[in-house]
T-cell receptor
Framework: AQTVTQSQPEMSVQEAETVTLSCTYD???????LFWYKQPPSRQMILVIR??????QNATENRFSVNFQKAAKSFSLKISDSQLGDTAMYFC?????????????FGKGTKLSVKP | SAVISQKPSRDICQRGTSLTIQCQVD?????MFWYRQQPGQSLTLIAT?????????ESGFVIDKFPISRPNLTFSTLTVSNMSPEDSSIYLC????????????FGPGTRLTVL
């Protein structure tokens, strides 16, 4: 069975600084997808970034980027120039077939606070 | 992506009663998913809802407790039956647009409190 582990229950960062959230996963499969979702206090789950395991290039979306280490089964999220609106729970998620056919397996989340 | 709405956004219910949560999408989607997020916890998949067929439930979730309907490609309902305080959670629906993005997008969630 696949598992997703987020070892940092809470983190804080000063506004405009950079922060990295950690995620590791366990699978014996070779083809899969990894996601970071953000859940602000409004509780809406928002997709932040997505990575296909077969792509060696790390995904980026504006201030958000990932460091995908397939051999180490590591998928960290870097947030640059942190903004107050980045305050949220961040969930790392894994899917074998992509979101449409498979189960999204979530980590327990990291609560990020951006301080002014 | 898709625009997803849920009704109600929150509710407070008495134990033993049932609540039906609606999920509406602004475009046709192949699959819809229902998740539960217990207080302070991560998300757990309850079931996958396919149009025209019975929902597929994950281990630990049964149809009698969480009946699901999927009458068309833009709408689904989840009923939480015979509620107890342990059912107090956020219930979220998600979809993957038929454009096959391999990515799920979530509704705003329904916060349920059972007294």
């Amino acid at each position: 069975a696949q598992t997703v582990t987020q070892s940092q229950p809470e983190m804080s960062v000063q506004e405009a600084e950079t922060v990295t959230l950690s995620c590791t996963y366990d699978t014996s499969e070779n083809n899969y997808y990894l996601f970071w979702y953000k859940q602000p206090p409004s509780r809406q789950m928002i997709l932040v970034i997505r990575q296909e395991a077969y792509k060696q290039q790390n995904a980026t979306e504006n201030r958000f980027s990932v460091n995908f280490q397939k051999a180490a089964k590591s998928f960290s999220l870097k947030i640059s120039d942190s903004q107050l609106g980045d305050t949220a729970m961040y969930f790392c998620a894994f899917s074998l077939y992509g979101g449409s056919q498979g189960n999204l397996i979530f980590g327990k989340g990291t609560k990020l606070s951006v301080k002014p | 992506s898709a625009v997803i709405s849920q009704k109600p956004s929150r509710d407070i219910c008495q134990r033993g009663t049932s609540l039906t949560i609606q999920c509406q999408v602004d475009s046709q989607v192949t699959m819809m998913f229902w998740y539960r997020q217990q207080p302070g916890q991560s998300l757990t998949l309850i079931a996958t809802a396919n149009q025209g067929s019975e929902a597929t439930y994950e281990s630990g979730f049964v149809i009698d407790k969480f009946p699901i309907s999927r009458p068309n490609l833009t709408f689904s309902t989840l009923t939480v039956s015979n509620m107890s305080p342990e059912d107090s959670s956020i219930y979220l629906c998600s979809v993957e647009p038929t454009t096959a993005t391999d990515t799920q997008y979530f509704g705003p969630g329904t916060r349920l409190t059972v007294l």
